[in-house]
C-alpha cells in the first residue's frame, strides 16, 4: 500500500489487547479515518502500515504482529494516547505529499525540538544503520507525517572529539556507538575509536576532501596516517 505522509486525522488509543507474542490488536477511536474503510483495507497508524480487523461506528480495530512490535514504538502506547492516522493512496486519486510505505525501518529519537518563526526545527537521532541513507532536503516519515531533511546534523563527531580530548574513553566509546555505529565498542582502544569514527564518516559521506579534514581534527598527522591506513584495507 502507498500512503502520502499527510495525516488526515489524530485518533485515540482505545483499547490495547496482546502479550507481545500473538492476538496483539489496537482498538482506534476514529471518524475521519474510519469513513469508507472495509475489513481489510490499510490505514497508517503513526506510519506504520495496518490491516483493519474490525469496525464500529467510531472506532476500527488493527492487529499487531510480533514483527510490528519489534519495529515500531506501537508496543509502547497507552489507553488514550494519540494516534497519526492516514487511509492508503486510492488509485487516480491526488498526490499531496510524497510516496510513504507505511514499512518502518526503525525508532529514532526526538533530542531537540527548538522554535524557528512559525515552524519547529525538530533534531532526530535516527539508527545508525539508517543514517547512510537519509540525504539533506530528501524526505523520512516520522510517525507517519513525511518532513524534509533541513540538514544533517554531524554534532557527534564533534563530541566523541570532545570526549577523546578529555580522556573520556568510555564515554567516547558509548558516543560512537549511539550515533555513528551500529556493533559494540566497550573493548575499543583511543585510537581504535578515533579510526572507526573515520571510517564510518568516510563510508557515510563518501568525501575525499571532508573525511581527510575530520581526521586531522580527531588526531593530526597521526589521524590523516589513520585515515589512509583504514581507505587501504579496506580497498583490499
Same mark, same amino acid.
Given at each position: ?5 499527510? =495525516?488526515?486525522? *489524530? ?22 479515518? !474510519? ?9 497508517? *497508524? ?15 480495530? =488493527? ?49 531537540? =525540538? ?6 519547529? !526545527?525538530?533534531? *532526530? ?47 567516547? !566509546? ?63
Amino acid at each position: 500500500m502507498i500512503f502520502t505522509g499527510i =495525516v488526515e486525522e *489524530i485518533g485515540r488509543v482505545l483499547e490495547i489487547v496482546g502479550d507481545q507474542e500473538r492476538d496483539n490488536f489496537l482498538t482506534i477511536a476514529s471518524q475521519v479515518a !474510519r469513513e469508507g474503510a472495509r475489513l481489510g483495507d490499510s490505514i497508517a *497508524i503513526n506510519g506504520t502500515c495496518l490491516t483493519v480487523t474490525a469496525l464500529a461506528t467510531d472506532q476500527f480495530r =488493527v492487529g499487531l504482529s510480533p514483527e510490528t512490535l519489534r519495529r515500531t514504538n506501537l508496543g509502547r502506547l497507552q489507553v488514550g494516547d494519540p494516534l497519526n492516522l492516514e487511509r492508503s493512496l486510492t488509485f487516480g486519486g491526488r498526490m499531496g505529499g510524497h510516496y510513504v510505505q507505511g514499512h518502518v525501518d526503525g525508532v529514532g529519537t526526538i533530542v531537540a =525540538v527548538v522554535p524557528e518563526g512559525d515552524a519547529k !526545527r525538530i533534531r *532526530i537521532q535516527p539508527p545508525a544503520q539508517l543514517l547512510p541513507y537519509i540525504v539533506e532536503k530528501g524526505y523520512i516519515a516520522v510517525d507517519g507525517a513525511s518532513l524534509t531533511v533541513a540538514e544533517l546534523d554531524d554534532r557527534a563527531v564533534g563530541e566523541v572529539q570532545a570526549a577523546l580530548e578529555a580522556n573520556d574513553l568510555a564515554e567516547a !566509546r558509548r558516543l560512537l556507538s549511539w550515533h555513528l555505529v551500529s556493533r559494540p565498542t566497550s573493548d575499543l582502544r583511543t585510537d581504535e575509536v578515533a579510526a572507526a569514527t573515520i571510517e564510518s564518516l568516510a563510508e557515510n559521506l563518501s568525501d575525499s576532501l571532508v573525511a581527510p579534514s575530520l581526521a586531522y581534527l580527531l588526531g593530526g598527522l597521526s589521524g590523516i596516517a589513520v585515515y589512509r591506513l583504514t581507505n587501504t584495507a579496506d580497498a583490499m
